[in-house]
């Protein structure tokens, strides 16, 4: 069974399913570099960032990332390198959404060998975070294993947050979280689990308090 997982961006990469522009884009506050950036200066808007992400801003580190990983015609050219140096230093400021894309950086070899270990490593921090996107795709990967390990009763978890975290992004939020769509992930792991092991989830998904702040220094890596 193939379950597309959500990324951030799109950035021509197959087998992934991009996350409308309502449900990805959280709304951080308006720096000049983002006036720069909305009035079409766009040098000007990379050197302001590039300037506050050396001095440790973390909002400046993260759009580098995106626009580096972008490379969008016009604004700056596509560098795998220097979009995973940039969301990494985001990420480790705690910013859930660079963690998910370093996530799919690693998943789809972008610049990087593909490795779904690493992969899985930064969107189960994201998903920790409480991101919806990154819930939804740790959850496929401890469903399928790809994770490194197979917990389905954690997967469910999983998808019963990213129900509740990513709003109508999701299939799953179309019904309720006991009563999924039955050709959704979530409800699909859901014919496959016993009452008590949904039961498990469930407790698990009420005791989830989503993690703030920035990561222990041994991720940096």
Do not use: C
């Not at 000049?32 to 009035?39: I, K, N, P, Q």
């Not at 973390?58 to 140096?85: H, N």
């Not at 919806?132 to 401890?142: D, E, K, S, T, V």
Request: proline content about 5%; charged content about 25%; aromatic content about 10%.
């Amino acid at each position: 069974m193939f379950i597309a997982r959500l990324a951030i961006l799109a950035v021509g990469v197959t087998a992934v399913l991009p996350v409308a522009a309502s449900f990805a884009a959280e709304q951080a506050q308006r720096s000049e570099g983002e006036d720069l950036y909305r009035r079409g200066q766009y040098p000007e808007a990379i050197a302001w960032w590039t300037e506050h992400a050396a001095q440790g801003d973390i909002e400046s580190a993260r759009r580098l990332g995106i626009e580096y990983m972008d490379g969008k015609y016009g604004v700056v050219q596509r560098d795998y390198e220097k979009a995973r140096k940039y969301h990494l230093q985001a990420a480790m400021g705690g910013e859930r959404r660079s963690m998910m894309d370093l996530g799919t950086i690693h998943e789809n070899g972008m610049g990087v060998p593909q490795d779904l270990i690493e992969a899985a490593r930064w969107y189960e921090w994201s998903a920790k975070y409480g991101f919806g996107p990154a819930q939804y795709n740790f959850a496929i990967m401890l469903e399928t294993g790809e994770a490194g390990r197979t917990d389905l009763v954690e997967a469910y978890m999983w998808y019963e947050l990213a129900a509740i975290y990513s709003a109508e992004v999701l299939p799953e939020t179309k019904g309720n979280l006991d009563n999924p769509p039955a050709d959704s992930a979530m409800g699909m792991l859901a014919a496959r689990l016993t009452p008590i092991q949904r039961a498990e989830a469930r407790t698990r998904t009420k005791k989830f308090v989503a993690l703030t702040g920035p990561l222990p220094p041994s991720e940096n890596r």
